[in-house]
């Protein structure tokens, strides 16, 4: 007999799948994307706290599942490693602009 957890989300999460209308099954967040011919493809999460991208040289990174959802529905031709590195530039670059805008108005 199989028994099967539930899988506890965070509310950061939870509020995700509201936000975006995603699907979920007991193990997975199910995004629904269109590719570049326009059919629709899904993509799998699995619903864990990190998702860990391996490297080919053998190293590794854990991202929130949060920042794996993101990714996925703002770049979802790519690779979620891909898509990831280009979502750490995007809130890096928002960053930056933050600290910039508040350090011209303290000088």
């Known amino acids: 007999m199989i028994e099967y957890h539930k899988i506890i989300l965070s509310e950061e999460i939870r509020e995700l799948i509201r936000r975006y209308s995603l699907d979920e099954d007991l193990e997975h967040i199910i995004i629904s994307v269109r590719d ?53 530039e995007e809130l890096d670059a928002q960053i930056s602009k933050i600290f910039g805008e508040e350090k011209e108005v303290v000088d």
Request: no cysteine.
């Open 36 to 88: 570049e011919n326009g059919r629709t493809k899904r993509v799998f999460l699995l619903k864990r706290d990190f998702i860990r991208i391996a490297n080919p040289d053998g190293s590794y990174a854990d991202y929130p599942l949060e920042e794996a959802i993101e990714a996925t529905l703002r770049f979802p031709s790519l690779l979620l490693s891909e898509a990831l590195r280009l979502l750490h």
